[in-house]
């Protein structure tokens, strides 16, 4: 996962490098909560785009602005409280409960056959199950980074997003930006929406083949 919040409004990011960037951070963001060296390089992140009126400006720029105004501490403590502890999490984070009501049903099963075709499959260190939203961000920026065509490629993109993404995630997104104690992951929410929109829209843009 990436390390720091390189910006999807840089100029010198072409756009398939800024879509996957975007997708690592947002990762990273709902995988773990943040360490310091990262929410200190977020709060020094440029918020203007290069061009007046850029999709993602607005959101982006909220979420930089929280990420000032809070502490370390605070943003933190905010993970452990929407996503952490024993039990069922205040917000949850897997597909599968958006699409299923219940977690390790169905919706992962399918997820994990078409994880096989792809060649992937969860590291061992990894805690969480294949359905959390930061593993799904992941693949899809292996889908669009990575080096063999036959699999990282727009049609694969758009076959994954509409199966495992497109379905649920905004869903996520209003639970987090109506949780009365999200603020950081409010604005996260906001971010995350503006950039499945464009997502989505951009996929219903390609021609069937």
Known sequence: MMTSPHLVQSSGLDEETARSELYGLLALCYYTQPAPEFIASLRVAATEAPAAGAFLEESWRTLVGVARDMTDE???????????????????????????GFLNEKPLAKLRTDLTRLGLDRASEMSETEDHVAYLCEVMRFLIAGEDAAVSNLTQQQQFFSTHLQPWVTRMCDDLQAHPSARFYSALGGLTRSFMGIEAQGFDMLEPE
């Open 74 to 100: 605070a943003i933190q403590s905010e993970y452990q409280a929407l996503f952490g502890g024993m039990g069922k999490p205040e917000v949850y984070l897997y597909g599968s409960h958006f699409l299923s």
